[in-house]
């Protein structure tokens, strides 16, 4: 090969490496990246929700009479074991007075039966009584002694009725309720439940019950504290304590029915007031801030675009708190040092090489 024609071949070899270089640096797209920043400032929640007593009692009697007194009505402060009203009811009292009588005659029979079964067996002994006419003793002894049995729970039961002839408070509370005046006839064997005397509820400590969303649910501890509102009461902060959630979510709701617990002391608070919760939950594991523009929706997920070895890919992330500029998103495999496409083009797709210009 002459000279000329080594470099007419060497500057050819040169032009095409420069053109594959440079179709290379073109298919390439330039792409600007930013960290995500682990979020740490504690996130607000706000739900309403409502108080409830902390106990409930609907008073019934099973004693049938008449009201002879009523000691409390509605608003009135009760304790516990304290008499609320009293019910007349002779013919239970005379019942009673039957059952007695009835046990004393039993008490005699048996006895005597067992006196006489006692002569039998020393009769029987000295052949002076047949062994049948022992055994009809014995017999007649041992059926006495089983309906002083049955007299004597008789008698239990009428007297234990008794007792619900005086109506006492099951607990210490407030009476929130009347259903009856003095005069009134009251059944105590009625099978509805219209014939009730009070309703009594304990107020000095209330249940504040949300329903709480998932994202919340899912984040509430035994140690779980709300600041409580109420419009009616302005300048007023309660603080509610977590007790219980039902663990379960409504199907019709999606959200799940937790309890919290407000010291009443004073009383202030009724019952049935309407009251909003705050709380002040750190982020869950995960959770990042990043810039807004860096998140993309595509077939109704929210993901990111990141740079893997050069190369595009995409994380599934679940949006949160958006304050403007930046927003919390979570993910399980995001980390601190993995580089986000910020404003990513449409057109790209997982697996384009990329160069990160900044």
């Keep these: 090969m002459s000279y000329h024609s080594y470099k007419r071949t060497a500057s050819l070899a040169l032009w095409w490496l420069l053109a594959a270089a440079s179709l290379t640096a073109q298919d390439q797209t330039a792409v600007s990246t930013v960290l995500p920043i682990p979020a740490s400032a504690a996130s607000a929640y706000e739900l309403p929700g409502r108080t409830e007593a ?9 004693a049938t009479g ?4 009523r000691r409390f009505d509605i608003g009135d402060r009760v304790k516990a074991g304290e008499v609320l009203a009293v019910i007349d009811a002779p013919e239970l009292d005379r019942a009673v007075e039957a059952a007695r009588a009835t046990v004393d005659q039993a008490s005699t029979r048996a006895r005597t039966a067992r006196q006489v079964a006692q002569r039998s067996a020393g009769l029987l002994s000295s052949h002076a009584l047949s062994q049948d006419e022992s055994e009809q003793r014995l017999s007649s002894a041992d059926e006495s002694t089983a309906a002083l049995a049955v007299a004597t ?16 408070a099951p607990f210490e509370g407030t009476i929130s309720a009347r259903n009856f005046d003095r005069g009134d006839r009251m059944r105590g064997d009625s099978a509805t439940s219209e014939g009730w005397l009070y309703r009594l509820v304990r107020l000095d400590s209330l249940r504040f019950v949300i329903s709480a969303t998932p994202d919340l649910a899912l984040r509430l501890s035994n140690e779980a504290e709300a600041a409580v509102r ?9 603080t509610a304590k977590l007790t219980r959630s039902s663990q379960v ?10 309890e919290f617990l407000i010291e009443n002391k004073d009383l202030l608070l009724p019952a049935g007031l309407t009251g909003l919760a705050t ?11 990043l810039s807004t523009n860096a998140l993309v929706l595509r077939q109704g997920k929210a993901m990111v675009a990141i740079v893997r070895d050069g190369k595009v890919d995409y994380l599934d992330v679940l949006p949160g708190k958006n304050s403007g500029l930046t927003m919390e998103v979570t993910s399980a495999t995001l980390t ?3 580089p986000v496409i910020v404003n990513p083009n449409a057109l790209l797709r997982a697996g384009d090489p990329v160069t990160v210009t900044k």
Excluded: Y
């Design 279 to 289: 709380f002040h939950l750190p982020p869950p594991a995960g959770t990042f801030l």
């Design 66 to 69: 008449i009201v002879c007194e």
């Design 249 to 258: 979510f409504d199907p019709a709701s999606g959200t799940m029915r937790a």
């Design 54 to 62: 902390l106990a409930s009692a609907t008073i019934f009697t099973r």
């Design 230 to 238: 109420f419009n009616e009461l302005p300048g007023r902060v309660f």
């Design 153 to 168: 729970a008789e008698l239990a039961r009428l007297e234990e009725l008794q007792k619900f002839t005086t109506v006492r």
């Design 336 to 338: 601190p040092a993995t």
